[in-house]
């Protein structure tokens, strides 16, 4: 007669929880609640540049188009999307990208996504070969957005580091082909986090091409796209892929949080290879990623508009001539090719963090702590991003209580505290 064993017993015999979970590291912001703990702030309103989240308010279409679609809370979303918002979408594309009529199918080539967030990590969970000896690699920017990295250490891959130079991105011709051959997924972002630095037409072109050579997903996060000076909008991933004629190995992340301010909505959409994402649908229908109608409607009206991205272009605009008026004389600042960030070098980031929030009550994010020590350099240890995401009152306080911090401390100073 078999034994039943009791239930604590049965946890005994096997292990809770994935190994891999023991992998990750910790998120960035909770390592700066970490490196801020027990400090006292200066007694001001607490200016915080910390986190990428935009403060604009929602557009009024898409705040509208919420309120008339709540109706939609009686159906289950689908994970491919109302047809409608593929074609908003697919024509958002083509205009924004110059892409040939039809090249971007609704139904073949685009999803609609919870946010470029909730796919750049799924992509790799679905695409990643499981158990593989030795691990497939997954090459991501150093600095990155954490998510590329968890999303590799999930799937069993290893992360391989590309060190952003002078250009505020990797040197891709300096890696090495037998790194390559075992690319199994490459993440890119242009414009890039935190640098704000885009990646060219032919560089893009490059990177299809060696993708389609060994094999590899190139995975093209793109969310900071529509954030640019004016004149100035950055080559796409589509845009190269149809110069080549083919979507083949080829995938575009888009989210509307960071071009029309709705972070909260959660909505962006992947384009790309018709084959993978017909296998990235079935890994989302387990997953259960939909999207729900009412976001879906919102997110046709905000495709649909490009005013108010950009009335949203100027506010960065003027934000960032605020930053070099006020900053440009103490520290090196400079407005990115895209994003919303400042990239300063200030040198030792989190004495500099820690003691700027405590003179002023400011809070920026040091920069180690969206890099990793790798090929023997640390790319950003002696940086903070400072995101300029409140209102142009908000940000114009901070930055002016961050020069008066400056004005006061020596960085020598700071490091010594």
Known sequence: MTA???????????????????TLQAYPFERLRMLLAGVTPADKKLIDFSIGEPRHPAPAIVSEAIIEHLHGLAEYPKVLGDLRLRQAIADWA??????PAG????????????????????IAQAALPPCQTPKPLVL???PFYQIYEGAALLAGAEPYYLNCDASGQPD???????????????YINSPHNPTGATLSLDTLGWLIRKARQHGFVLAADECYSELYPEGDAPAGILEAAAATGSLAQVLAFHSLSKRSSIPGARSGFVAGDADILKAFVRYRTYLGAATPPFIQAAAIAAWQDEQHVQHTRADYARKFAAAHDILGAVLPVETPAGGFYLWPPVGDGEAFVRALYAAEHVRCLPGAYLARDAHGVHPGQDRVRIALVGSLENCVEGLQRMRHFVDQYTISTINQS
């Not at 604590?8 to 190994?19: F, G, I, Q, V």
């Not at 083509?94 to 892409?99: D, N, S």
């Open 94 to 99: 083509t205009q924004r990208f110059a892409l």
């Open 172 to 186: 891709f011709l300096a890696v090495e082909e037998s790194v390559w051959a075992r690319c199994a997924l490459l």
């Open 140 to 142: 991501l920017p150093n």
């Open 4 to 22: 039943i064993l009791a239930p604590e017993s049965l946890l005994m015999t096997k292990n809770s929880m994935n190994p891999l979970l023991e």
């Open 103 to 122: 090249f971007l199918d609704p139904e073949r080539h685009v999803i609609p996504a919870n946010g470029s967030r909730e796919a750049l990590f799924s």
